[in-house]
């Protein structure tokens, strides 16, 4: 999983050559794993226009890179990233979720940047279960869990009042609170809080007993309690996976909130005018001109056209030569694939929503546009 901490690490190495390779692996948007094609062109290019000695640097560096690509295509998601240095014995794999750019850099510093704008632009979602001596902090990231750390505090045998753990009286509840529960809670809340501001999550899940959940919830920040998006009764011991499995609702219907907004919005600003548009005609144009910042459409739409066979040029009406190389436009049936393909390669956001039958009747695909 990406993570801030570590990708400023690697950001702030230098000392020798580094190589960094980003491939859009998304099959959505590589109809026909053409992938492999672009990637072999970004080499080629890469060697062609090295300087002799930097090529001897990092001659190894494409060659571990190369072997990588070949032989993992099982594991691809929707983006690679690979970053290798042999000059500091560095190397990392990311096998992310989303698209990205095709980009081959070698410099004397490792490219993080794309990474660092998932981080920034694809929500990350942290989970607290909490219990009156141990509470567990997890990451969740584009469908991925990692665990971050524990907060322990162990009871004192024979200190405990009988009842329920946290004793809770209508009346006198603050009294009553378990003193050793009561510091274990306000250490477990100081993390929480030092978590999410350190590593910029922006949303929170708790999970636990229904008592420990409210007795944590009363004692969070308003600033942090305003992050809550749901809580879950999750095991203490429960596995990672486990964890995911009983969040992943809770995100869904999240991000299907989300979605309706985005779309929402999206038919309103392009209605208006302003900076968005409807329908694979116009989005196309936007695309031909570079202004797209985010793309947007439904899971199933699908569209025919024309690609011009030499620079990918797009036209939704039948034209027999691209206007800009006269080279030979080919008839396709995977029209939005391949808008994605050109929205990825201009860094432009993509969000492919489940359902939505108000962008369907809207034409299925829109554009919030940079200018
Ligand atoms: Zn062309």
Known sequence: MLDRTELREIA?????????????????????????????NMMKNTVDSLDRAVYKAVKDDLEKVDNYVISNKRIFRKGLALISSTAKSFWKEYNINVPVKNELIVDKTPYT???????????????LLVDKESARIFAVHLGEIVEYGEVHTPAVPGKHKKGGWFALSQNHYERHIDFHIGMHLKDVVEKVDSFLSGEYIGRLIIGGSDEAVSMVKGMLHKTVLDKVIGTARVEMFAKSD???RRVEPIVSAYEKKKEEETVESLIAKALKNENAVLGLDDVISALQEQRVMKLV????????????STCGYLSVQKIDSCPFCKGKMDAVDYMVDLAGQKAVQQSALIEVVSESKKLLDAGGIGAFLRF
């Not at 190495?13 to 390779?21: H, I, K, P, T, W």
């Not at 940047?113 to 989970?127: E, S």
């Not at 459409?297 to 011009?308: E, L, P, T």
Request: net charge negative; proline share 5%.
């Open 297 to 308: 459409f439904v899971k199933d739409y699908k569209a025919n056209g024309y690609n011009c």
């Open 12 to 40: 702030s190495m230098e000392g020798g050559y580094f190589v960094s390779l980003y491939l859009n692996v998304d099959p959505m948007f590589n109809p026909k794993g053409d992938y492999m094609v672009h990637f072999k």
């Open 113 to 127: 940047k794309p990474l660092m704008d998932i981080l920034d632009n694809y929500q990350r979602y942290a989970v």
């Open 242 to 244: 486990e964890v995911l």
